[in-house]
C-alpha cells in the first residue's frame, strides 16, 4: 500500500513543472493539442520508466540499508533544489522572460521548457514537443532513479508520470486562470518538494 503512495506522490512531484508551463503557455495564448501532448505524454513514460529501472539496477549492487541512505539523499536534494528554485525565481517579472525569448537553443529549452515554441506560432509542433517532453522529463530522472533504489515498479512509475503529464497539461487549458489567481502552481511547487524530502526522510526507518 505504501509503494502504490510513494509511487503516486513521487510521480505527481515530478510533473509540477509541467503545471508551471502550461500555466505559462496560457498567458502567452499557446496551443498543445490532445495528440501533441500524449506524444510528450509518451516521452515521459518511456524517460521515467527507464529511470526508475536503473535507480532498481543500482540498488541491485549496493546493499539495501546503502541504498535507502542513497534515494534519501537524492529525494531530500530534489525536494530541497524544488524549494530553493522556487524562492529564487519568485521576485523575476515578465520583462525578464520576454528579454530571453531569443534564446531559443535546444539548451535553453532543456533550462527553460516553457519556451520551447521557437517559431512563436503559438501552438506546440511534433518537433517542439519532442524537446518539451525530453526538457520536462529531465526533471524525473532523479525521482525516478529514487523510486527504483527504493523498490518501487518502474513500469507504474512510468505510467503514473505520463498520466500526470497528460492531465497537468491537458488540464491547463481550463484551470489555468485559477492557478494564476490562487497562486497554486507555485504553493504546489514548495509543497511536493516537502513531500519529496518526507518520503527520502522515511527510507531511513
Known sequence: MMHAVYTFFIALSNNFDNIGVRVAYSLRGIKISNMINLW???ITFFISAFAA???SMISGVFSKQLSSIIAMLLLSAIGLWMIID??????KNEVEESNDDNEAGILHILAHPHKADKDKSKHI???EATVLGIALSINNVGGGLSAGMI???SFWVGLL??????VALW????????FIKWHIADKATVLAGVVLI???IEQLF
Not at 171 to 178: K, L, T
Open 40 to 42: 510528450i505524454s509518451v
Open 53 to 55: 529501472y536503473s535507480g
Open 86 to 91: 522556487h524562492y529564487r525565481h519568485k521576485g
Open 125 to 127: 509542433d511534433f518537433k
Open 151 to 153: 523498490g518501487l515498479s
Open 161 to 166: 508520470s505520463a498520466v500526470i503529464s497528460f
Open 171 to 178: 488540464g491547463g487549458n481550463y484551470i489555468s486562470e485559477y
Open 198 to 200: 518526507a518520503i527520502g
